[in-house]
């Protein structure tokens, strides 16, 4: 058996996944912010097949959707260091299975890609993907397969990090869902501000992109790291997917294999 070795490059976090199929058999976090050289990014590489009793053998390519340019030359090099592939990297010119109509194709994040990709393909609707990234991306995919349409807001954890970070007494915060949204007190207080105000934004966005695109029966598919915080506590979004970049890239990959 041979995996498919997925990397999903954010701006925080960079996860790596071994997909079998459309499953993800194995996942890696590593933080993106760290500057590490090739051969510290092969030691994690080998690490996380190790946790797994797989080699270098067991893989069938890698495939890698980035935001972040700088940290590429040296994950690429660790890739071929270390795993003795070549990488398909993920962007605008790759065939990912479905049209891209914004104004400027170009500029559109490869995550953006990935996730519309595996939306489209698993589900089999138009849909809204509304990732919860470091920003939170919400995109419209159509019965089409057309990508047209897009919001972009800041994510849950910067906003956490907005109110910290401009006022001189309040604290950092865990971000998670107090039991009322009556806190009683100045951290439940921002718990409750932050996350129930972030509901509302979603439910919001959701319904008035449903709106103005008349598709009310459109499916709403939540990723990301917070995601599943936001996605337990509203109506407005049918799905969450933690391996929704994993899926797409196994799908990309795919349509682009005999390249």
Do not use: W
């Not at 041979?2 to 976090?29: C, E, P, S």
């Not at 194709?105 to 919860?132: K, Q």
């Not at 439940?188 to 959701?206: F, L």
């Not at 709106?211 to 009310?216: I, K, S, T, V």
């Amino acid at each position: 058996m041979a995996y498919l070795f997925t990397m999903d490059v954010g701006n925080t976090h960079i996860k790596m996944q071994l997909m079998d199929g459309n499953k993800a058999i194995g996942t890696f976090r590593l933080t993106t912010k760290n500057p590490r050289t090739s051969d510290e990014f092969g030691i994690c590489l080998r690490e996380f097949l190790n946790a797994y009793e797989l080699t270098k053998d067991d893989i069938l390519d890698v495939v890698i959707s980035s935001v972040v340019p700088k940290i590429m030359y040296s994950l690429t090099s660790a890739v071929r260091k270390y795993i003795h592939k070549d990488p398909i990297i993920i962007n605008s010119d790759i065939n990912t299975g479905v049209t891209v109509k914004t104004e400027n194709p170009r500029a559109v994040g490869a995550d953006r890609l990935v996730d519309v990709a595996a939306a489209y393909y698993t589900y089999h609707n138009s849909c809204i993907i509304v990732d919860f990234g470091t920003a939170t991306t919400f995109d419209y995919v159509s019965k089409d397969g057309v990508f047209q349409y897009t919001v972009i807001s800041p994510g849950i954890g910067i906003s956490a990090n907005a109110l910290t970070s401009q006022t001189a007494k309040l604290p950092d915060i865990e971000i998670k869902k107090p039991d009322s949204i009556l806190g009683k007190d100045t951290i439940t207080g921002m718990q409750s501000g932050v996350v129930y105000g972030y509901i509302g934004q979603v439910e919001y966005i959701i319904r008035r992109m449903k709106e103005e695109l008349n598709d009310p029966d459109c499916t709403v598919v939540a990723t990301g790291g917070l995601g599943r915080i936001i996605a337990e506590e509203t109506d407005a979004i049918d799905i969450y997917d933690p391996d929704l970049a994993g899926k797409g890239m196994m799908i990309i990959y795919n349509f682009n294999r005999e390249k």
